[in-house]
């Protein structure tokens, strides 16, 4: 299934992708695409349904963030050795971790703010993981089955806040707008293998990333595994994963957004995102 959040910011509804790419309200079934609503029982439900008797969405609604009342929102760095050598570090020998505030969360094609004082805000394309089961200290044998599904994130950026002002990366990954997530979460039973997906993102037309999830020096299970190892991962929880090369960090020499310009990403099967660039206030 591909599950979606639908409205004005802070009033979306649950809904579902149909196989002709029109949304059906979940709104009689779910109070949101959130919380226990991701457990396997709760999205079984949701396969049961008869598609045809739930009612359309009207018009051409704003779509939300895919995944609603996010408790923690991990991020893990450097996770592609071509990236990590684009940026001038090591590849790491242990995921590195960093938390993404949640209020920087927002819809797949709303405006990205470049925050006031900014000189270097990036993109970053990710393959984004929700959990559907609580985790804790899970195997890597059975971490997938805690995953409720897959999304594409766009981990933005502010670099000089994140590597010249001090301390821990969270303040350059922050901002209002540095997380767009969806346009939905499809639900694992459609992703049979998550390190075979391509990701892309543009600049403006110009082809900036290209990668694989083949290509992550931590694949998706272990991932789940380690973060489990050192805090309690809860349904609704998102972990992006890393980013492949093609960051404006990396160029030759370094580019950085504009107000003016136009994201559009995605990842295989997952959808796609597009942003525009404005000054934040």
């Known amino acids: 299934m591909k599950l979606l959040r639908y409205g004005e910011p802070g009033v979306e509804r649950p809904g579902l992708l149909d196989d002709r790419g029109r949304i059906r309200d979940l709104g009689d079934h779910l109070s949101d695409i959130a919380g226990s609503c991701l457990s396997d029982e709760s999205l079984s439900r ?11 969405a ?12 996010i408790g923690n929102f991990v991020c893990v760095g450097l996770n592609y050795a071509d990236h990590a050598a684009e940026t001038g ?46 985790a804790k200290h899970v195997t890597r044998a059975e971490a997938l089955d805690f995953v409720a599904g897959y999304c ?20 350059g990954k922050s901002a209002d707008t540095f997380g767009p997530l969806g346009p939905w979460l499809v639900t694992r039973d459609e992703v049979p293998d998550p390190q075979s997906l391509g990701l892309w993102l543009d600049v403006d037309g ?29 349904p609704g929880d998102i972990i992006a994963t890393g980013t ?26 997952l959808g796609e995102q597009r942003q525009a660039v404005v000054q934040g206030a």
């Open 206 to 234: 110009v082809r900036r990333q290209t990668g694989s999830t083949a290509r992550m020096i931590f694949g998706v299970a272990e991932l789940v595994s380690y973060i489990s190892r050192f805090m309690t991962l809860h």
């Open 46 to 56: 949701l396969r049961a349904l008869d598609l045809e008797s739930l009612p359309l």
């Open 89 to 134: 570090k090591t590849p790491p020998t242990e995921p590195v971790l960093f938390m993404k505030a949640t209020s920087a969360v927002c819809g797949p094609n709303d405006a990205v703010e470049i925050p006031r004082g900014s000189e270097k805000t990036d993109w970053e394309v990710e393959l984004g993981v929700v959990i559907g089961t609580r």
């Open 244 to 269: 492949p090369p093609g960051v404006g960090l990396g160029q030759k020499p370094p580019v950085f957004l504009r107000a003016g310009q136009t994201m559009h990403l995605g990842i295989d099967g």
């Open 152 to 171: 594409v994130v766009n981990d933005v950026s502010e670099r000089a806040f994140q590597s010249e002002r001090g301390g821990q990366w969270t303040k």
């Open 58 to 69: 009207g018009g051409t609604p704003r779509i939300g963030a895919c995944v609603g009342a």
